[in-house]
């Protein structure tokens, strides 16, 4: 069935460095990919997210890139800060079905300060 | 706008018991979601609905019901409590579909002895 994998499952950089998280997909039919963060005792936040006709995407330290050929996705954090000490999920889902979200199984990231 | 609410926030169940996890949205969302998140796995879809009076199984759907009687509340009912039960669960809504951003609440922490 369709899977998300994700890597890697725990990552810690020092605060100011950068940061890179990177999932695959197995579904070609998949045309939406979301990132959330979760931080302790809280739900998932969406924090980017990139469409199949895009190839990369960017808002501030956050950036996206997508390799349709490839199916996978990468999650880029430049500058981090201790803020950004949380889990990401990665997930991928298609347009036309409404059940299809896969989420990846996490990635719990420190940014030492 | 509260966003998305879930209640209780935390529970312990004896195995057999039963009861209902309530959630609203005040977003006027269309669809509704119930995962479950259990360690090293991410988020597993439960049940979910695309609209008032709807709704349809996801990934691990025995043991649970759910019911949309109202567009903004999604409940979620364990009819017998299970030990295999004991997850956090989260409750989500998007506007569309699963080509959208999907708002959560901050979850259920549910124990079943």
């Known amino acids: 069935g369709e899977n998300v994998e994700q890597h890697p499952s725990t990552l810690s950089v020092q605060e100011g460095d950068s940061a890179v998280i990177k999932c695959t997909y197995s579904d070609s039919a998949s045309n939406y990919f979301p990132w959330y963060k979760q931080e302790l005792g809280k739900g998932p936040q969406l924090i980017i997210d990139?469409?199949?006709?895009?190839g990369e995407k960017k808002d501030q330290r956050i950036a996206v890139t997508l390799n349709k050929t490839a199916k996978h996705f990468s999650l880029h954090i430049t500058e981090t800060q201790p803020e950004d000490s949380a889990v990401y999920f990665c997930a991928a889902s298609m347009y036309t079905s409404y059940d299809k979200v896969i989420f990846g199984p996490g990635t719990s990231l420190s940014v030492i300060p | 706008n509260a966003g998305v609410t879930q209640t209780p926030k935390f529970r312990v169940l004896k195995t057999g018991q039963s009861m209902t996890l309530l959630c609203a949205q005040d977003?006027?969302?269309?669809?509704m979601y119930w995962y479950r998140q259990d360690p090293g796995m991410g988020l597993r879809l439960i049940h979910y609905?695309?609209?008032?009076?709807?709704?349809a199984k996801g990934e691990v759907p025995d043991g649970y019901n759910v019911s949309r009687l109202k567009k903004q509340n999604f409940l979620l009912g364990l009819e017998s409590a299970a030990p295999s039960q004991t997850s956090v669960y989260f409750c989500?809504?998007?506007?569309?579909?699963?080509?959208?951003?999907?708002?959560f609440g901050d979850g259920t922490r549910l124990s079943i002895l």
């Open positions: 989500a809504s998007s506007y569309t579909g699963s080509d959208q951003p999907q708002h």
């Open positions: 977003m006027n969302h269309e669809y």
């Open positions: 990139i469409r199949s006709n895009v």
């Open positions: 609905s695309v609209g008032e009076g709807t709704t």
